[in-house]
């Protein structure tokens, strides 16, 4: 049965940072290109930031780069996501997505990110 938890969201003030982590079950993690998505109400999920199986490439949406970093650890089957200098805009619940392939992918329920003025 695949799991797909993400964890670490909160309330946080602008200019603080949070770490939100996903652990996986169920499938080969080290083969699955990993990523975060964001959605804030009223708004469509977007993709904030995306890591390859062997970690040999990350992408990051342009809102956040320089800002935030993703990793993983293929030994604990999880993958991170370090956020740095919060803004206002980026409070949204935040959903890890693990894609294995076309038509194979796994999505988390989402962590909830706060970030009071």
């Known amino acids: 049965q695949v799991q797909v938890v993400e964890s670490g969201g909160g309330l946080v003030q602008a200019g603080g940072s949070l770490r939100l982590s996903c652990t996986t079950s169920g499938f080969t993690f080290s083969r699955a290109a990993m990523a975060w998505y964001r959605q804030a109400p009223g708004k469509a999920r977007e993709l904030v930031a995306s890591i390859s199986g062997p970690s040999t490439n990350m992408d990051y949406g342009d809102s956040v780069k320089g800002r935030f970093t993703i990793s993983r650890d293929n030994d604990k089957n999880t993958v991170y996501l370090q956020m740095n200098s919060l803004k206002f805009e980026d409070a949204a619940v935040y959903y890890c997505?693990?894609?294995?392939?076309?038509?194979?992918?796994?999505w988390g329920q989402g962590t909830q990110v706060t970030v009071s003025p």
């Open positions: 997505n693990a894609w294995l392939g076309i038509g194979t992918d796994y």
